[in-house]
């Protein structure tokens, strides 16, 4: 009996729908157009988003560690009278080295520890290359080519030579693509670095890496650190940085915290490290929903508009169903039945042309410049995403539709009956 | 006689703009087969006694009982599926559902009741668009009829369920005197070969004179017609 009123009331919504084409495609196009739009920024947004976060996440490590000599120093009379009213003016800074202090045994510990994955210590010096007539500014970073491997999957960007070409080539050094380019050296060629202090040395070429990123690209050579510590006329046990990767990059926070204070140096996770980033990732999401948001609440207006307008326009039909025996229930399905129709077919055809979109987005050339290796616009086919816009579609049309259709049930036909 | 409608002392007010009392005491009894007119001024509550007969309007005093159910203080929701079963209705104006065909709004309240297959019905809508002639017009929309045609097919649809009562209101009041006279030979008919109750407010003195029982009313009282 209640399934049978159902399938009369689908039948009624059926031929209210068809009967107005017009008006049931643009109450349909809204909804399409909202979703559609939602798909295709959501898609491009959040590729964007990926995209930026993998190389940023693969060039940065989870946590670093250093010597921070830039940290404000407490005053010696601070030290000796904490409780005190202390004034002391013109505090210079004191010459303090970036040397970590026993770097050898914090890094045999950190790889203890079961969460990391890999630690890296480096050290690195501002350098001038000259090749030629050509000078450029730029660094030169000391590693253990194989622990920073590990780190950055470097011998994946290697786009020319081997990572362990280092290790047999005691002046050797592996290029960013960029400076390469810029110096227009080879493999091969041999480039003369002077340091600021004056320190100048020939160093071969013995790779070229791409990391896609242009800072980096641009202005890094990797060199064994015993090379480096020759560059900067230190001793062997001169390291300024250890980079950390963890086994699950969400602990950083945390596995920070405690080296912080069990070596007593400073240790930034990579949250904090990028956090003008994420808050860009944040301000682009919030973005892409406001805007959503906004399409389909237009949408959903148009609906309600148009559903307002057909109970309108079918005052006498309600009035006479009700005389008939349809209860105000039954009156409410035929209209929550066509809101909902239109919801669906036209959320599924917003996903359809969203992804159209995408995938043209997705085929755009696009020139990353020097900043990012990029050839087209990364987009974001997630599924989740479809998921969302269709009920998204379908909530907006049901909520824009609900309200017309109780109107509809509280219709008195008596009034209806006797207006005429 | 079997009584298909009960009323007893059904009384009602309206408070808007002030309160009024718009029936004073309604007891009528309707035998099953009987051709009933209800007759009086314009404004003495003819229509709003039909609409507390035919169970739209639940807001009145007094008591109200057709096919042996008590129906006064029932809710809306238990009256609707009582009007598609037990009550038929003819209008003025025809309302018609102008979208659909004319077979379809025959055959709506039948749906709507569900009780025999969808084929049944339909072969039932037809039986009851030939008893009032309009059997050929079965696949039109029903927009395009004339409107003695689509007074024809309101009383099919009225028919469809078979039920106790049929009430109009003014069912001849848009209809020229030709299909005037066919709409009460169809309801003559009806009851007397069909053995069906109808109610119908008329201004029609002649459809009134034929009709097997004159009830007249005025300002909100019967005071004619209780008994024949
Ligand atoms: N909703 C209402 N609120 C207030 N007064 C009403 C309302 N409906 C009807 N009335 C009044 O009640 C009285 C009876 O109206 P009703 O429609 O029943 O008259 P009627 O006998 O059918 O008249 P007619 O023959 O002209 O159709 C009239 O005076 C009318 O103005
Ligand atoms: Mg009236």
New interface residues.
């Given amino acids: 009996m209640k399934s049978n009123g159902l399938k009369l009331s689908i039948e009624i919504a059926r031929v209210h729908l068809f009967s107005k084409p017009k008006q049931t495609i643009i109450a349909m196009l809204g909804v399409t157009f909202g979703i559609g739009m939602f798909i295709a920024l959501v898609g491009l947004m959040t590729g964007l988003n990926n995209f930026t976060e993998e190389i940023t996440m693969t060039s940065s490590p989870d946590i670093h560690v250093y010597n921070d000599v830039t940290e404000p120093r407490k005053s010696i009379l601070e030290k000796e009278n904490p409780e005190g009213f202390n004034l002391v003016h013109h505090q210079k800074p004191k010459i303090e080295s970036p040397k970590l202090r026993n770097v050898n045994k914090m890094v045999e510990l950190i790889r203890e520890d079961e969460r990391v994955l890999g630690a890296a210590p480096t050290l690195s010096s501002q350098v001038f290359y000259n090749y030629g007539p050509v000078q450029l500014n730029g660094n030169i970073l000391g590693v253990e080519i194989l622990e920073e491997n590990k780190l950055f999957g470097l011998r994946a960007k290697m786009k020319e030579g081997q990572i362990e070409d280092l290790l047999t080539n005691h002046d050797g050094i592996i290029m960013g693509k960029g400076l390469a380019k810029k110096l227009n050296a080879k493999k091969g060629d041999r480039v003369v670095i002077t340091t600021p202090q004056g320190y100048t040395m020939t160093l071969k070429i013995v790779g070229i890496f791409q990391m896609g990123i242009g800072v980096v690209d641009n202005v890094r050579s990797y060199a064994n650190i015993s090379r480096v510590q020759t560059i900067l006329q230190q001793d062997q046990s001169y390291i300024t940085d250890v980079n950390v990767k963890l086994k699950n990059r969400h602990l950083s926070k945390t596995v920070a915290a405690e080296l912080q204070g069990k070596f007593e140096t400073r240790a930034e996770d990579w949250e904090t490290a990028n956090a003008t980033f994420l808050t860009g990732v944040i301000i682009r999401n919030i973005i892409t929903y406001a805007v959503s948001f906004t399409l389909l609440i237009v949408a959903g207006f148009g609906i309600y508009n148009i559903l307002n307008m057909t109970i309108y326009n079918k005052m006498k039909d309600i009035a006479i169903l009700k005389a008939m025996g349809f209860a105000g229930g039954d009156v409410k399905s035929i209209f929550m039945i066509q809101s909902l129709v239109i919801g669906l077919v036209g959320s599924f055809a917003g996903l359809i042309i969203g992804y159209t979109l995408s995938v043209l987005i997705s085929k755009t050339p696009f020139n990353g410049g020097d900043i990012i290796s990029l050839e087209h616009f990364p987009v974001n086919f997630d599924p989740r995403y479809y998921i969302i816009g269709i009920v998204f579609g379908v909530a907006t049309t049901a909520i824009a539709g609900y309200m017309p259709s109780r109107k509809a049930a509280k219709i008195d036909p008596i009034e209806i009956l006797r207006g005429q | 006689m079997e009584k298909v409608l009960i009323t007893n002392n059904v009384t009602k007010y309206f408070y808007e703009p002030e309160k009024f009392q718009v029936l004073k005491d309604i007891s009528l009894a309707v035998n099953r087969g009987e051709f009933l007119s209800l007759v009086g001024k314009s404004g003495c509550g003819k229509?709003t006694l039909m609409?507390v007969l035919?169970t739209?309007?639940t807001d009145y005093e007094g008591e109200l009982e057709i096919a042996g159910v008590r129906l006064t203080g029932k809710a809306?929701?238990e009256l609707?599926?009582?009007?598609?079963?037990h009550i038929g209705?003819v209008?003025?104006?025809h309302?018609?559902?102008?979208?659909?065909t004319v077979l379809?709004n025959v055959m709506?309240?039948a749906?709507?009741?569900?009780q025999v297959s969808r084929a049944e019905t339909e072969e039932r809508a037809y039986e009851k668009l030939k008893i009032l002639g309009v059997e050929e017009q079965a696949l039109k929309r029903s927009s395009k009829l004339s409107g003695g045609q689509q007074q024809r097919v309101a009383i099919a649809?009225a028919l469809i369920n078979n039920p106790d009562i049929i009430m109009c209101?003014e069912p001849t009041g848009n209809l020229d005197s030709y299909n005037s006279q066919v709409v009460f030979d169809i309801f003559h008919q009806l009851t007397h070969t069909h053995k069906q109750t109808i109610i119908a407010v008329t201004h029609d003195e002649e459809f009134a004179r034929k009709s097997d029982r004159v009830v007249e009313m005025s300002d909100g009282k019967i005071i004619n017609g209780l008994h024949k």
């Fill in positions: 229509s609409y035919s739209m309007d809306q929701n609707a599926p009582f009007r598609n079963m209705f209008f003025q104006f309302y018609l559902l102008p979208e659909f379809q709506i309240p749906l709507k009741r569900g649809r209101d």
